[in-house]
């Protein structure tokens, strides 16, 4: 068949094509692996039936987080973990931000302390890593990378950090916690390379097995760079938490509307800290960085939704943090003469200063005002 004619088959049958190949696809297009952490809502998002494998549960994600159908999926606790990509290689455009992970990540309406950030809320921050296909055999077999988000250098990060899952016996006797939602303080053990010991606790919310019901073996292990607990309870009883964002460079860290949900492949290191140059990746894998657990909110765990690559969906913005999480620019802006709009550091135009944050003021089209409160 002549270029001429598939053409104008594919438009009777409703594909594009590009230069004779079917468009690239701004989405997910496969889930290659999936295993959660316990968490609660390991086994229920996605569901486990009776008779599920690691390979129908993987396909059970990639049918949520595909294509953009944005069917959530749970990490479990840390360490917990999806592995996917895209029809294509997402581009590394230098400056710009290049794909973004969707979460479900939100602020909070309302604050017992009045002195608190504001980006705060429900933010369970998980950990990206990224790959390139350089054996060229479509599988993500090769060297991962990491994207250094803003709590990459601190010392309050941990590295090659293990921390250990152990299946709850059968014979295990519950450890309720009297006037609150724990129904077992004692319910999956774990430990840690760094010598550390403690419980995921069951609460009345979720009472299904926290445990990945398709594995066989009684322990599980993920080894990983773990970040400090971001869970604070602001009401001093144990009755009100907010998990507070970090800067950048997480999933479901931030709302999928605010650039801090995209990335930077020009963010990738290696295992030594050392910035690396890629042209492109061809797989992503997210996994939960905390271990903590936030009262009546349970065990915090990553939930995905979707990826863009934003080359080929727009919001490949430029990208306007450094490695310190400190703002480098500030987009430019046309502003005319006897105007007043107002800026936040993003660059992006805002209607009040009611958040805490920096703002730009530009008045007449001459007069700059920077305002911290």
Partial sequence: MKLK?????????GLSVVAGHAQSSPYISRVYDYMPAPGQFTNMLPEYE??????SMAKKAEDCIANNNQV?????????????????????????????????AFYANANPNPNASAEGGSSEPGIVMVSRDDNGNGVPDDKWYEIAGSEYYKNTTRHNYTLTYYRTPSNHVA?????????????????????????????????QNYYPLWIDNDELSFTGTILPNNAVDESGKGTY?????YGFGYADNHPNADNRSKFNI?????????HVNLDGIDFVKVYTGVNQHAGQLGDTS???????????????????????????????????????????????????MSRPG????????????????
């Fill in 5 to 13: 004619e598939l053409l104008f088959v594919c438009a009777l049958s």
């Fill in 50 to 55: 009776a008779g599920d494998t690691k390979a």
């Fill in 72 to 104: 959530m999926i749970s990490l479990g606790g840390f360490g917990g973990y999806v592995v996917f990509g895209f029809d294509h290689r997402v581009n590394n455009v230098k400056g710009h931000y290049d794909f973004s992970v969707l979460g479900n």
């Fill in 175 to 207: 450890t309720p916690v009297k006037g609150s939602a724990i129904i077992d303080d004692t319910y999956i053990e774990w430990s840690s390379s760094d010598g550390e010991h403690g419980y995921m606790p069951q609460n009345s919310f979720h009472r």
């Fill in 241 to 245: 938490y907010v998990l507070y964002c």
């Fill in 266 to 274: 020009e963010w990738a290191v290696d295992e030594n800290g050392k």
């Fill in 302 to 352: 990553t939930e995905i939704l979707g990826a863009n690559d934003l080359h080929l969906l727009g919001g490949d913005d430029v990208d306007v943090y450094d490695r310190n999480d400190h703002p480098t620019r500030v987009q430019r802006v046309v502003v005319g003469n006897g105007n007043r709009q107002i800026y936040n550091i993003l660059g992006q135009k805002v209607e009040d």
């Fill in 358 to 373: 920096i703002y730009i003021i530009y008045e007449n089209g001459k007069t700059r005002k920077t305002i911290t409160h």
